[in-house]
């Protein structure tokens, strides 16, 4: 159960979604909004910057009364964003979210964006790897193997 992080990028397939810096945030909204995703990273060019997330829209814009038309994303994103690589282990990642409190994270190869990895995917692997070792068990224990 312990794998790469690769192997659920190459499952889920590497789309990112991703705005400019400069965008409104209202704009930054709509595009998380019509992908049906809680983050979004920002770029500047083919640099990281930043995430904005659902969180960041409720703590920096909705909290301290931000007209999200007028502010950029830049003004309330995340920067320093915490990253994992492709042979980041799935273990890992866990401890990640739980250590860090944050729910989506960019896959880096070098200083390349290759994907995002939120705590569902990695909750929805653990699940099927749970049900697959569950179902093998259960055909070992009642003779269910071939001869």
């Known amino acids: 159960m312990n794998?790469?992080?690769?192997?659920?990028?190459?499952?889920?397939g590497a789309v990112v979604h991703s705005v400019a810096p400069t965008l409104s945030i209202y704009d930054a909204v709509a595009e998380m909004n019509r992908h049906r995703i809680g983050a979004i990273v920002v770029l500047d060019g083919a640099r990281l910057v930043g995430i904005f997330t659902e969180r960041d829209v409720l703590r920096r814009v909705v909290g301290t009364g931000l007209d999200p038309r007028h502010a950029l994303v830049a003004d309330v994103m995340t920067p320093g964003v915490i990253t994992v690589t492709r042979s980041t282990t799935t273990d890992e990642t866990m401890i990640i979210f739980t250590e860090k409190r944050c729910r989506h994270l960019p896959v880096v190869d070098g200083d390349r964006l290759i994907g995002v990895i939120s705590i569902g995917?990695?909750?929805?692997?653990?699940?099927?790897?749970?049900?697959?070792?569950?179902?093998?068990?259960?055909?070992?224990?009642?003779g269910g193997f071939p001869s």
Do not use: C, G, M, Q
């Open 121 to 142: 995917d990695i909750t929805r692997w653990v699940t099927e790897a749970h049900r697959a070792e569950a179902e093998h068990l259960k055909n070992y224990i009642t």
């Open 3 to 12: 794998v790469p992080i690769s192997a659920l990028l190459d499952r889920k």
